[in-house]
């Protein structure tokens, strides 16, 4: 089956690090997505990693370690913008129909930035 | 950056009635996805297509209909609206099947 685990909430001061783990168990692995959702909009897309080792892409990085199940989103400098849910996403190519990848997203982890 | 519509944004109506919601892209895009999500929980992947006159269910159960006969435009229609159908409805696209680029959804209220 799929399961996709996250915390639920976090708060960090701005100006700080924070980093939001992600644990997965699917049947497959084909890609582990990171999306940013701000409250009563459209979630959107922060980072994809395939390969185990850390992307950095400015202020936020992501990390994969595939034998662990393993990812976590990092972010620095934090700013009162970042205040959102981050949405942790993995790609598994046996759970959908023939030639076709989907994602299965976790609930998410609620993250507020605090002066 | 995304040129993905929904329309409307907000929809309130009264049970038994017939709803359909908008969704198009300007991107060209093959494969196109509607995500229902409630609060303070994931997103749940409702239907699919991958292109013109191809449309498939996804994991969670949905009484609505989709259809696809234009790459553009992927419509999702309820035909008779209940309570139970209160949600957000989010409409995506991908070139590739890998980044997804979402609208601004539906959020959806059946009274």
């Known amino acids: 089956g799929q399961n996709i685990d996250q915390p639920t909430e976090m708060t960090a001061t701005e100006g700080a690090i924070v980093q939001i783990n992600c644990t997965y168990q699917?049947?497959?692995?084909?890609?582990l997505f990171w999306y940013q959702q701000h409250a009563g909009e459209a979630p959107t897309f922060l980072s994809y990693?395939?390969?185990?080792g850390l992307e950095e892409k400015g202020r936020f990085s992501s990390f994969l370690s595939r034998s662990k199940g393993y990812s976590y989103l990092l972010l620095k400098e934090l700013q009162m913008k970042d205040s959102a849910s981050y949405l942790c996403a993995v790609r598994d190519p046996y759970k959908a129909g023939a030639g076709s990848y989907q994602l299965t997203f976790g609930k998410g982890t609620k993250l507020s930035v605090i002066p | 950056e995304a040129d993905i519509y929904q329309t409307p944004r907000y929809l309130v109506i009264g049970t038994g009635k017939k709803i359909t919601l908008e969704c198009s892209q300007t991107m060209g895009h093959d494969k196109m996805y509607w995500y229902q999500q409630d609060p303070g929980m994931e997103l749940h992947l409702i239907h699919y297509?991958?292109?013109?006159?191809?449309?498939e269910k996804g994991d969670l159960s949905s009484e609505s209909t989709v259809s696809r006969i234009r790459t553009e435009h992927f419509p999702l229609t309820l035909e008779s609206a209940r309570p139970s159908h209160t949600s957000q409805y989010l409409c995506?696209?991908?070139?590739?099947?890998?980044?997804?680029?979402f609208g601004s959804g539906t959020q959806l209220s059946v009274l």
């Open positions: 995506a696209s991908s070139a590739n099947g890998e980044k997804l680029f």
């Open positions: 297509s991958y292109g013109v006159n191809s449309t």
């Open positions: 990693n395939v390969l185990d």
């Open positions: 699917t049947s497959g692995f084909n890609g």
